[in-house]
């Protein structure tokens, strides 16, 4: 099942094993490292749930598939406005520099994830 998954993965786009592999994903995890921040778990929850949930969809599918953008599309997106906001309050430097990283980083995974759920309700449930 590892060797199925990891040859999908690997028939991904380039661009996309390293957006995910050296952007996404790290990005993401790094919110545990801000848990002690003002609503540090209400971000690091969905930051990191959407993906255990991807976890949960690459084993059942044996592989990626567009259906990997629902869970963002549906816990992101609340996430994203709590860390849009949250800049403009007083919070550590480090943690503000974080959080604008993490919203550029979720938006533009937002905007391709919006595309391939509307792909996956459309019929394409190709395993890549």
Do not use: C
Request: proline share 6%.
């Amino acid at each position: 099942m590892i060797s199925e998954v990891f040859r999908s993965y690997r028939r991904l786009p380039l661009w996309v094993q390293a957006w995910v592999s050296f952007i996404l994903v790290p990005v993401n995890a790094a919110s545990l490292a801000f848990l002690s921040e003002p609503f540090g778990l209400w971000i690091a929850v969905p930051a990191v749930g959407a993906m255990l949930l991807n976890g949960v969809i690459l084993l059942i599918e044996r592989g990626f598939s567009k259906l990997m953008a629902l869970p963002h599309v549906l816990i992101w997106t609340p996430m994203l406005g709590l860390v849009a906001w949250l800049p403009a309050q007083d919070i550590a430097p480090a943690y503000r520099v974080y959080l604008l990283i993490l919203l550029a980083v979720d938006a533009v995974s937002l905007i391709l994830d919006v595309i391939d759920t509307g792909k996956w309700l459309s019929g394409d449930r190709e395993i890549a």
